[in-house]
């Protein structure tokens, strides 16, 4: 019995077990990172298919081995003074210094092992991409059980995904008419640079011989200029000639020039100035009608499209 205590008494002395089990980041959680950074996000994307944005703004820290379920872009920005923070990163078990200047981007692919730190004070964004999101844009050119992301230190800029980050990032904050077409259209655009340049497979050529005919072209003009007061998005369009929305983006482009979200713009514009010199209805009765949310945005982009304002153009 004696013994029995002694053994008792020995085991509960004994140091607790240390878990190393790596935490895990999945940015289809809302403040999925908050228990590993110093303070949440400052701007954070919402209701967006296969992607997700969020801005950080933190002290010097440092972040714990962890991994993502979502393939994750990291890009470096300037704090007010326009200065950069320098910083270590480890990623798949290599280790660097990296140089983070503004528009610098890191890759850090799903299921890679990852922690950084930070010299000083940091600005940065993040942008996770749902894997799926890949395997459907590439299917045409890559085997999607193929697709597998070359890890990427925060040392290089990449002009186009930094363009996307800043575009994304207004659209976040702002959620202006349209935003639905607009980051359905970014989203391609991105998953086909990564295929391209940071995939480990190399992707076929596309075959342009299956294209968007006339008529099916004419389909999707037509229920486009009949539905302008809505939100339209990609995947209605694409719905229509029955194609991948991400075809249905790159063939639209090439036979019309225009992106959809472009093409759409363009027929708002060209309706509202139809209304204004043959209809009786107000300014904010045409914002409303070619799918506008209120007359101050219908008057900032018209300005920008058309060179004077909706007042202006009707005094010509």
Known sequence: MQNCDRLHQKMSQQEPEVSTEVAVIDYRQTNA???????????????????????????????????????????????????CSAGERWLDGKRERERRSAGDIAIVPAGVAHRCNWDTAAQFMVLAVEPALLREVGQDWVNPDAIELVPRFMSQQDSLIQSIFSTLQTEAASG????????????????????????????????????????????????????????????????????????????????VGLTPHQYILQCRIDKAKSLLQHSHLSIAEIALR?????????????????????MQFLRK
Not at 48 to 61: A, G, R, T, V, Y
Not at 183 to 189: E, G
């Open 176 to 255: 202006a008419m349209g935003s639905h077409l607009l980051v359905d259209s970014l989203k391609t655009a991105l998953a086909i640079h990564l295929l391209r340049n940071y995939c480990t497979t190399r992707p076929r050529i596309f075959s342009n011989a299956d294209g968007l005919s006339s008529s099916k072209l004419q389909q999707v003009k037509d229920y486009v200029n009949n539905h302008l007061h809505q939100d339209l998005k990609l995947n209605e369009l694409a719905a229509i000639v029955q194609i991948s929305p991400y075809h249905f983006l790159r063939l639209f482009k090439l036979r």
């Open 33 to 83: 990172a908050n228990s590993l950074l110093p303070q949440p996000s400052i701007l954070s994307s919402s209701g967006w298919h296969h992607i997700h944005l969020e801005l950080f703004q933190q002290p010097k820290f440092e972040i714990a081995e962890h991994q993502h379920t979502m393939h994750v872009i990291a890009c470096g920005l300037s704090d007010v003074q326009g200065i």
């Open 290 to 310: 070619v799918g506008f949310c209120d007359q101050s945005h219908f008057t900032r982009y018209f300005k920008r499209v058309v060179g004077v304002t909706p």
